[in-house]
């Protein structure tokens, strides 16, 4: 009898054991919060490369971040915190490019048009300087 009693004492024993093992497992475990600050970040970071022309002047960076943005969603509805983060903070990083990007073209473009009208004036500098009336 002192067999059994001693076989039941170590059954106990493991099993709570293991269950104080299970439970320091669990409280240890950091929990990943939704990166809701992120999301919303990168979400502007796209809205705003779209306003500035991204869609003309980096379609393919634009297209990068909203297409990383798609699956930050997507890993935040599986509750994939980790991924949806970085896969956000990706989305805002090609964001930004595409947006600065688009400021480069309109400047470049700007330059451009300011170039073409100086060529114009001095043209036309040089004609009146030619044919005085």
């Known amino acids: 009898m002192k ?3 001693s076989l039941k004492s170590y059954q106990l024993f493991g ?3 293991a269950t104080a093992i299970f439970m320091s497992g669990c409280a240890s475990t950091p ?3 939704p990166p809701t600050d992120q999301m919303s970040l990168s979400r502007a970071a796209i809205s705003s490369a779209s306003s500035a022309g991204g869609s003309e002047y980096a379609p393919v960076q634009l297209k990068s971040a909203m297409d990383k943005m798609d699956g930050a969603e997507r890993a935040l509805g599986t ?3 980790g991924l949806a983060r970085r896969m956000a903070e990706e ?3 090609d964001a930004q490019l595409a947006a600065a990007t688009a ?3 309109k400047a470049q473009k700007a ?3 300011l170039q073409q009208s100086d060529r114009v004036l001095k043209k036309e500098l040089d004609r009146s ?3 005085p009336q």
């Open 3 to 5: 067999t059994t009693d």
């Open 15 to 17: 099993a709570a054991f």
């Open 31 to 33: 929990t990943i919060p």
């Open 79 to 81: 509750k994939n915190y």
């Open 91 to 93: 989305a805002q990083v």
């Open 103 to 105: 400021r480069a073209g």
């Open 111 to 113: 330059a451009e048009a």
């Open 129 to 131: 300087s030619t044919n």
